[in-house]
């Protein structure tokens, strides 16, 4: 049974930084796409960052430049770097991982199998 625990997020001013981490275990083979969805009160699931196993990555517009999505094989871990943080960046985030290799990179919340349990994150202004 994969599991997915995330940890590192919590409260900070606008401008400030965060690092998630994901850590994976119980998976056969690791999972070639993971990455990072959050979801506002009242608002659905978004894509945040993707990482595929060539290490390409994806992200949604709002967070480019800001944001930087890694992942350490080694430790089965996944990261998101947030940098420069913005109140609207205020959400439960989510770690997932999908079991299909895709040629697209995989963006939305119906393409990934495994999730974690999430972190909030709140940003103040």
């Known amino acids: 049974q994969v599991q997915l625990v995330e940890s590192g997020g919590g409260s900070v001013q606008a401008g400030g930084s965060l690092r998630l981490s994901c850590a994976a275990s119980?998976?056969?083979?690791?999972?070639?796409?993971m990455g990072w969805f959050r979801q506002a009160p009242g608002k659905e699931r978004e894509g945040v960052a993707v990482i595929g196993g060539s290490s390409r990555t994806w992200y949604c517009d709002s967070v480019k430049g800001r944001f930087t999505i890694s992942r350490d094989n080694a430790k089965n871990t996944l990261y998101l770097r947030m940098n420069n943080l913005k109140p609207e960046d205020t959400a439960m985030y989510y770690c997932a991982a999908a079991r299909t290799i895709t040629s697209d990179i995989p963006t939305t919340s119906y393409d990934y199998n495994y999730w974690g349990q999430g972190t909030q994150v709140t940003v103040s202004s």
């Open positions: 119980g998976y056969t083979s690791r999972p070639y796409y």
